[in-house]
T-cell receptor, first 114, second 116 residues
Framework: DQQVKQNSPSLSVQEGRISILNCDYTNSMFDYFLWYKKYPAEGPTFLISISSIKDKNEDGRFTVFLNKSAKHLSLHIVPSQPGDSAVYFCAALSRKTSYDKVIFGPGTSLSVIP | DGGITQSPKYLFRKEGQNVTLSCEQNLNHDAMYWYRQDPGQGLRLIYYSQIVNDFQKGDIAEGYSVSREKKESFPLTVTSAQKNPTAFYLC???????????????FGPGTRLTVL
C-alpha cells in the first residue's frame, strides 16, 4: 500500500506556463515533505521542502503548497523552462518516530515543451 | 569537491552470481542509504546505516547485504537470492541520522545493474 502517491505518471507543459505536480499521502504521522528532481541516469537532487507547520514554502520559481486536512501537497513551477524536464519525486517522513524513514512517491515525469 | 560516487555506472552479471556495488562519500555524513528504483515505482529502501559498524534493513532487504566498516563507504552486495535484481540502484547519505534532525539526502549518480 503506497503511503505517498503521485497519481500522474507524466505531465506536459508549454514553456513559460505553470507546472503543477501533485502528491497525496495517507499517513497522518508525516510532518515533513520534500520534493526531489531526477534527470535520467542520475541520482535525485533535493529541490524544496516544507514542514507541516507551514502551508506554503517558496524558493525562486518553485513553490510547494501543503493542505494537511486533505493530505495533499503540490509543487508549482513558474515559469516552466525546458531544463525543468525531469522526474519529480514527492517524499514524506515523520519526525515523531525514532528513525525518520523517508517514503518516496513513484514520481511524475515532467516535459516542458519549448 | 565533496560528493557521493557510485561505481560502476553500468554493470552486467550472469544470473546466480553475487555482485557488489560501490558507494563512497567524502561529505563526512554519518548516515548512508541504499535504494532501488524500478519503473513506475518510487525509491524503495534496501538498507541504511546511521553509524559505522551498524546497519538496518529497509523495506526490501531480502537478497541483499551491506557492510559499513568505514564512515565513507557503504557497499551493497546483490546476492543470488535476490529474485529480481535488475534495477537502478541509488546510494545516498545525510548529515546526521534523520532521527536527530531533518536532513535532506544527497544521492549518488546510481548504478544500473542488469542480470542476464
Amino acid at each position: 500500500d503506497q503511503q505517498v502517491k503521485q497519481n500522474s505518471p507524466s505531465l506536459s507543459v508549454q514553456e513559460g506556463r505553470i507546472s503543477i505536480l501533485n502528491c497525496d499521502y495517507t499517513n497522518s504521522m508525516f510532518d515533513y515533505f520534500l520534493w526531489y528532481k531526477k534527470y535520467p541516469a542520475e541520482g535525485p537532487t533535493f529541490l524544496i521542502s516544507i514542514s507541516s507547520i507551514k502551508d506554503k514554502n517558496e524558493d525562486g520559481r518553485f513553490t510547494v503548497f501543503l493542505n494537511k486536512s486533505a493530505k495533499h501537497l503540490s509543487l508549482h513551477i513558474v515559469p516552466s523552462q525546458p531544463g525543468d524536464s525531469a522526474v519529480y519525486f514527492c517524499a514524506a517522513l515523520s519526525r515523531k518516530t525514532s528513525y525518520d524513514k523517508v517514503i518516496f512517491g513513484p514520481g511524475t515525469s515532467l516535459s516542458v515543451i519549448p | 569537491d565533496g560528493g557521493i560516487t557510485q561505481s560502476p555506472k553500468y554493470l552486467f552479471r550472469k544470473e546466480g552470481q553475487n555482485v557488489t556495488l560501490s558507494c563512497e562519500q567524502n561529505l563526512n555524513h554519518d548516515a548512508m542509504y541504499w535504494y532501488r528504483q524500478d519503473p513506475g515505482q518510487g525509491l524503495r529502501l534496501i538498507y541504511y546505516s546511521q553509524i559505522v559498524n551498524d546497519f538496518q534493513k529497509g523495506d526490501i532487504a531480502e537478497g541483499y547485504s551491506v557492510s559499513r566498516e568505514k564512515k565513507e563507504s557503504f557497499p551493497l552486495t546483490v546476492t543470488s537470492a535476490q529474485k529480481n535484481p535488475t534495477a537502478f540502484y541509488l546510494c545516498a547519505s545525510s548529515v546526521l541520522p534523520q532521527g536527530k534532525r531533518t536532513d535532506t539526502q544527497y544521492f549518488g549518480p546510481g548504478t544500473r545493474l542488469t542480470v542476464l
